[in-house]
């Protein structure tokens, strides 16, 4: 059987998406590396004792990785009923965690809240996802 009988026909959005979220992760791993080269933090070193910025770029990239299997399961489960949302919601998260990082880069951890609004992202395909639960328990 085809794949393209099995998805949702707008299913292609959410594979975007996810091809999205693996370029904000490298990009995110790419600063990490650069910032261990300028900074002269070896592996398997994970913080650095000296360098706050340092510090600042690995936490943006290791919170990212924190929550990403989480947040893949939900927008997969949200994308098979409901794609576009999925996708559209899938993408403020992803955005949100560039500016987290961006923020966080300052070397100010307050600056982070700059993704704040990537929650709207995350909660909204955590909802869905229970929508989708419910539809299939029959509650809905």
């Keep these: 059987m085809a794949i393209e009988n099995l998805l949702p026909a707008n299913f292609g ?35 650095s004792d000296k360098e706050q910025v340092f510090n600042c770029i690995q936490r943006a990239h290791q919170n990212t990785l924190e929550v990403y299997p989480q947040w893949l399961v939900f927008q997969t489960i949200a994308a098979l009923e409901y794609p576009i949302a999925a996708s559209v919601l899938g993408v403020i998260w992803v955005t949100s965690k560039f500016s987290y990082a961006w923020g966080y880069y300052t070397g100010d951890p307050a600056k982070r809240m700059r993704g704040v609004y990537g929650y709207i992202g995350l909660f909204g395909v955590i909802l869905l996802s229970i929508s989708v639960a419910l539809k299939l328990l029959g509650v809905l």
Excluded at 20 to 25: D, H
Excluded at 30 to 41: I, L, N, P, T
Aim: glycine share 8%.
């Design 13 to 47: 959005y959410a594979i975007f998406t996810y091809l999205y979220s693996f370029v904000m992760l490298m990009y995110l791993g790419f600063q990490v590396g650069s910032a261990r080269k300028k900074y002269g933090v070896k592996y398997p070193t994970m913080y």
